[in-house]
């Protein structure tokens, strides 16, 4: 099935744990974005990938890492979480033309 | 900094109705402005585009119109149906700091449409 795949779908996590959200696109798409979504701020860019071993910095990095060893794979790791955190994670991925996205069906994260 | 504003935060229309969302931007680096919908549950799903070269965009039932000297854009709905009520995003974009190939949505907060029967 083409597309995006994240996982888990949802997680309740303890302040201070290590989380990684994990995004498989099977596009073969460049360029891969994660954003989070909250209740009345819509949807932030966190890091971006251009292509495989390269990632930028969006709106909102801080608290969270990526890494891109391949074409496919696009990992969002928080290394000590904090309630802040909670929000809805989306993962998209755009082709060479970078103007259309197509995003994931997203992982709700609570950090209690 | 809020580089898209959008609005209305919410709108209910009855079904048949056009309901009309507005966004407005800043920078004027932007050159490319797409509307996403989204399903409660969902990810965000790419509906319409529209560059800065053109005044409208029509694809079906949506319309995109552009008013490139007021830095303006919104989208249209005819006909509006209850199967239409979800949340739609404007976004704009500009070729990232990474480099080319790779571009940068920045999205508005949001308008959640219900459409009644």
């Known amino acids: 099935i083409a597309g995006i795949t994240q996982a888990p779908t949802s997680q309740i996590l303890a302040a201070g744990r290590r989380m990684t959200l994990r995004c498989t696109q099977d596009?073969?798409?460049?360029?891969m974005y994660w954003y989070r979504q909250d209740l009345g701020l819509g949807l932030r860019l966190i890091h971006y990938?251009?292509?495989?071993?390269?990632?930028g910095k969006g709106e909102v990095p801080d608290g969270y890492s990526v890494s891109r060893a391949n074409t496919d794979d696009f990992p969002l790791t928080l290394a000590s979480a904090v309630p802040s955190q909670t929000s809805v994670y989306f993962c998209?991925?755009?082709?060479?033309?970078?103007?259309?996205?197509?995003f994931g069906p997203g992982t709700r994260l609570t950090v209690l | 900094q809020q580089q898209v504003k959008q609005s209305p935060q919410s709108l209910i229309v009855q079904k048949g109705g056009i309901p009309i969302i507005n966004c407005a931007y800043e920078n004027t680096a932007f050159d490319y402005f797409p509307w996403y919908q989204q399903f409660p549950g969902k990810g965000p799903a790419l509906l319409i585009a529209?560059?800065?070269?053109?005044s409208e965009k029509k694809e079906g039932r949506f319309t995109i119109s552009f008013n490139k000297s007021a830095k303006q854009f919104s989208l249209h709905i005819m006909d509006s149906q209850p199967g239409d009520s979800a949340t739609y995003f404007c976004a704009a974009s500009s070729p990232s700091s990474g480099g080319a190939g790779s571009y940068q949505l920045t999205f508005g907060k949001g308008t959640k449409l219900s459409v009644i029967p």
């Open positions: 529209i560059r800065p070269d053109v």
């Open positions: 998209a991925s755009s082709d060479s033309s970078g103007t259309s996205q197509y």
């Open positions: 990938s251009n292509t495989a071993g390269t990632t």
């Open positions: 596009m073969r798409h460049n360029a």
